[in-house]
């Protein structure tokens, strides 16, 4: 735990959120500020700062991400699909340096960047 990381404080329940799912090592909640009708960010309970920290330590944390976004999403009912979105560091868009996945559908999404 970081103290002063605000996803942190939300895995901790310092900080309310609107909790979508939880397991030993991964965390779920709404966005604050949802981009559809269904914004999940999902977050590995561990502090890991972005995506550029993964590495062989700790990466089966984020195959645990991914498999509670598979759950989470059908849960959702997004069996017609949905995005996945990690912004990394400052160039990326990442503004809470707290890994996390962005789980986003439950609509036509718009344009795809790539
Ligand atoms: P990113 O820009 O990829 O780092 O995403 C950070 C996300 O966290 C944004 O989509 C914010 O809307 C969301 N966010 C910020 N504060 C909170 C909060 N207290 N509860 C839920 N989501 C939040
Ligand atoms: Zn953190």
């Not at 500020?33 to 972005?50: R, W």
């Amino acid at each position: 735990m970081s103290e002063q990381c605000l996803f942190c404080r939300i895995i901790s329940g310092e900080i309310p959120s609107a909790k979508v799912y939880e397991d030993d090592e991964v965390f779920a909640f709404r966005d604050i500020n949802p981009q559809a009708k269904v914004h999940v960010l999902v977050v590995p309970k561990q502090h890991i700062a972005s995506a550029a920290a993964i590495d062989g330590s700790n990466s089966a944390l984020v195959a645990k991400c991914f498999e509670a976004i598979a759950k989470i999403a059908r849960a959702e009912g997004l069996g017609n699909g949905y995005r996945i979105i990690n912004n990394c560091g400052q160039d990326g868009g990442q503004t809470v340096m707290h890994l996390h996945f962005h789980l986003i559908g439950g609509e036509k999404l718009s344009e795809k960047i790539i």
